[in-house]
C-alpha cells in the first residue's frame, strides 16, 4: 500500500470518528426519536377478536339456538287470514267480477252470457318480508357476510323455513295458519330471534343502513338493538400519494358487500357481550 493510500485510509476514519462524535454531541441531553406508532388492527383482525369475546360470553350463556330473520320481522298479525275471490272471463274476451247463478252463467247489463268461471283465495295477512332491500346478489354476499362471522363466534344458526316445515309436519297443527306454525317453530326450536332489516341510504357503502334487533323468543326481552352502515373502523390515515395539487392522503378503498355484513355482525356480537356482561 502507497504512503498516499495510508494516509486518505487514515484521513478517512479520523473523518468518521469526528462525525460520529459529533452525532453524539448533537443527541447529548436529548430525548430518544420517537417510534413511528404501530398501524391499527385491521377490520378482520377487529372481527375476529369481537367473535372471540363474544365466543366466551356466549358460552357463558349456554349457545342459545339463533333463528335469523334477514330483511324479515315478525309481524303482529295473530293469525292468517285470507280473501276469498273470483273471477270471470265473460264470451267477448272481458274480465270482470260477478255473482254467479248456479247454472254457470252470470248476468251482465240484464244479459246472460256464457263465463268461464275461476276462484279461490289470497293471504293477506303480511308474512313480515320487507318489499325493499339489496339487489339479490348483493344480499346474498351481505347475508354471507353477517353469517359467517356469526358462525366464527360459535353461533347455532337456525334457518327459518327449516324449521317451519318440520313444525308443519306436527300432528294438529293448522298449516293454513302460518303465523300460528311460525311462532309454534319459534318456541319449539330457538332462543333467540335476530331480525336483521334494510331501509336505503344514499351515505351508506351498501346503499342501505342496517337495523338488527336481538330478542328472547320466551320472555319477549329486548337484548339488543344496533342501526349501522356496516362501515368497518378506521384504518389509520392514508399513505401520501401524488395528486392533483401535490401530494395528498390515499382515500380509503370502500368496503365490499361482503364486508359490510360482517361489520354488521361484528357490532352485533359487541352488543350482546355488553348485555351478557
Not at 306454525?181 to 342501505?208: F, I, N, R
Request: hydrophobic content about 40%.
Amino acid at each position: 500500500m502507497s504512503v498516499t493510500t495510508k494516509l486518505s485510509a487514515a484521513l478517512g476514519f479520523a473523518l468518521l470518528l469526528a462525525t460520529g462524535a459529533a452525532a453524539q454531541e448533537y443527541r447529548q441531553g436529548m430525548p430518544e426519536v420517537l417510534k413511528a406508532p404501530p398501524p391499527p388492527p385491521s377490520a378482520g383482525q377487529v372481527n375476529a377478536a369481537t367473535a372471540s369475546a363474544f365466543r366466551s360470553a356466549y358460552a357463558r350463556r349456554k349457545s342459545p339456538r339463533m333463528v335469523i330473520f334477514w330483511n324479515r320481522q315478525l309481524t303482529d298479525s295473530l293469525s292468517t287470514s285470507y280473501e276469498e275471490w273470483s273471477r270471470y272471463t265473460l264470451a267477448d274476451g272481458r274480465v270482470i267480477d260477478k255473482t254467479q247463478y248456479y247454472d254457470g252463467s252470470t248476468t251482465v247489463a240484464g244479459r246472460g252470457v256464457e263465463a268461464e268461471y275461476r276462484s279461490g283465495r289470497t293471504a293477506v295477512t303480511a308474512d313480515g318480508a320487507r318489499e325493499t332491500g339489496l339487489p339479490e346478489r348483493a344480499d346474498w354476499r351481505a347475508a354471507q357476510g353477517f353469517n359467517r362471522t356469526m358462525l366464527s363466534g360459535g353461533a347455532r344458526l337456525i334457518d327459518r323455513t327449516l324449521i317451519m316445515r318440520s313444525t308443519a309436519l306436527n300432528k294438529g297443527v293448522d298449516r293454513g295458519d302460518a303465523q300460528s306454525v311460525e311462532m309454534s317453530a319459534l318456541l319449539g326450536k330457538a332462543e333467540l330471534l335476530v331480525e336483521v332489516l334494510q331501509t336505503p341510504d344514499d351515505d351508506a357503502p351498501s346503499g342501505y343502513t342496517f337495523r338488527v334487533d336481538v330478542k328472547d323468543i320466551r320472555s319477549g326481552t329486548l337484548l339488543a338493538t344496533v342501526v349501522t352502515q356496516g362501515n368497518p373502523p378506521p384504518s389509520g390515515p392514508g399513505r401520501f400519494v401524488a395528486g392533483p395539487n401535490g401530494y395528498q392522503r390515499e382515500r380509503p378503498v370502500p368496503p365490499s358487500i361482503d364486508q359490510v355484513g360482517a361489520r354488521v355482525a361484528a357490532e352485533v356480537m359487541q352488543a350482546l357481550v355488553a348485555n351478557w356482561g
